[in-house]
């Protein structure tokens, strides 16, 4: 079935998968230009063809100063 196939190939692309945790700081050093380091990794991991999704991390893990990345390990 189609629900069958689709949590295999969910299942084969997490076995596949790799997940990091890049900590780009939350760039209060940064002054009125913001941010820079955190949005110059946003703007690389999304022209990456490897990455398959970035959110921001766990509080306990960094919150808005790092994120999670899934990468394609194929």
Do not use: E
């Given at each position: 079935s189609t629900l069958r196939r689709s949590r295999r190939q969910r299942q084969m692309c997490i076995r596949d998968s790799l997940c990091v945790r890049i900590i780009?700081?939350?760039?209060?050093?940064?002054?009125d230009r913001g941010p820079?380091?955190?949005?110059?990794?946003?703007?690389w991991l999304r022209r990456w063809d490897k990455v398959l999704a970035f959110v921001s991390a766990r509080q306990v893990d960094g919150g808005t100063g790092a994120i999670y990345v899934l990468l394609d390990g194929g």
């Amino acid at each position: 079935s189609t629900l069958r196939r689709s949590r295999r190939q969910r299942q084969m692309c997490i076995r596949d998968s790799l997940c990091v945790r890049i900590i780009h700081g939350k760039g209060r050093g940064s002054g009125d230009r913001g941010p820079v380091l955190k949005m110059a990794v946003n703007r690389w991991l999304r022209r990456w063809d490897k990455v398959l999704a970035f959110v921001s991390a766990r509080q306990v893990d960094g919150g808005t100063g790092a994120i999670y990345v899934l990468l394609d390990g194929g």
